[in-house]
């Protein structure tokens, strides 16, 4: 099994972070969540994280080799004071994350304009051999989360 390279995303040096491979099959979506919902107990935000982490998940799997046989994805949380960030490593494909306008086809290109808009901000980086697509849930005064 190949387990792509994982790149740090931005989140502050004294942030609690963790990192899980998972297999590309569909049924992870849930493992997913369970390992969010575990990591980021008593979270504001955890609602948004969990919607945003899955459109990433089903990205992921969708659209990437790493919902092909075989096929493994990365997801990794960081928490700090004030924020939490998501991001999903995969293992690449030929198309690019793209906000892609809702008009156009009214049966996709709904996850990223979610997460666009749930997040603070978001980005990928990467190439079509793997990529890491994250979002940030910011910046408030107060802890945003518990310490978990
Ligand atoms: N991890 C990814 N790697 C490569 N392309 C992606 C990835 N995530 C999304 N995309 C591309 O961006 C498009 C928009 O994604 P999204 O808004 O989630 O809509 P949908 O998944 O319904 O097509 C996808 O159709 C796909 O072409
Ligand atoms: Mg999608």
């Not at 099994?1 to 899980?20: K, S, V």
């Not at 690019?96 to 603070?120: F, H, I, K, N, Q």
Request: hydrophobic letters at 45%; a negative charge.
């Amino acid at each position: 099994m190949m387990f792509p390279a994982i790149p740090l995303f931005p989140a502050a040096p004294d942030a609690q972070r963790w990192r899980r491979p998972f297999p590309g099959t569909p049924d992870q979506a849930a493992a997913v969540r369970r390992f969010t919902t575990m990591l980021l107990s008593g979270c504001p935000v955890l609602d948004d994280i969990l919607l945003t982490v899955d459109e990433l998940v089903v990205n992921a799997l969708r659209h990437t080799r790493s919902g092909r046989p075989g096929g493994i994805f990365t997801v990794e949380l960081a928490h700090w004071e004030g924020a939490v960030a998501v991001a999903v490593t995969d293992e690449g494909a030929s198309s690019e994350p793209a906000v892609t306008d809702a008009a156009d086809d009214v049966e996709s290109g709904r996850g990223l304009r979610t997460v666009s808009l749930l997040a603070a901000g978001w980005g990928w980086f990467g190439n079509d051999r793997s990529r890491t697509v994250a979002a940030l849930f910011a910046a408030t005064a107060e802890p945003l989360c518990e310490a978990a």
